[in-house]
């Protein structure tokens, strides 16, 4: 699978709230470095699985809504809003998060990550 194609099935086939995905696509040396309302964040990829798992916990489903998708060498930036369902109303997608990343790729996993997020 491409660098490209591991980046759409994270964010097309919800591979965020995939913890096997996860933990294939993830450097063991992974680090996110992301600024969001809670202020700058370093996520490890334990750190990251142990989101996905919150998120499967907490969402009935999960959208991601991509707008931009630039990919140049071992790096792919993204632009995206992150919409969920919730357990109280299963039908509609609400939007959560408006997400800008950076994703830098080592021996065809990745290694780091740039986020920066608005929260709707």
Avoid: C
Avoid at 6 to 22: C, H, Q, S
Avoid at 87 to 99: M, R, S, T
Wanted: hydrophobic share 40%.
């Amino acid at each position: 699978m491409t660098n490209r194609a591991k980046i759409e099935f994270f964010y097309k086939e919800d591979g965020l709230r995939n913890e096997v995905f996860l933990n294939e696509l993830l450097h063991d040396d992974f680090i996110l470095d992301w600024d969001s309302s809670h202020g700058n964040v370093k996520m490890s990829k334990s750190d990251i699985i142990d989101l996905a798992k919150e998120l499967k916990q907490n969402y009935v489903d999960s959208f991601m809504e991509i707008s931009h998708f630039i990919e140049d060498d071992n790096q792919i930036v993204v632009k995206y809003n992150h919409k969920v369902t919730t357990i109280e109303n299963p039908k509609e997608f609400v939007l959560i998060a408006k997400i800008v990343a950076i994703w830098e790729f080592e021996d065809n996993k990745i290694k780091k990550g740039y986020q920066i997020s608005k929260p709707n």
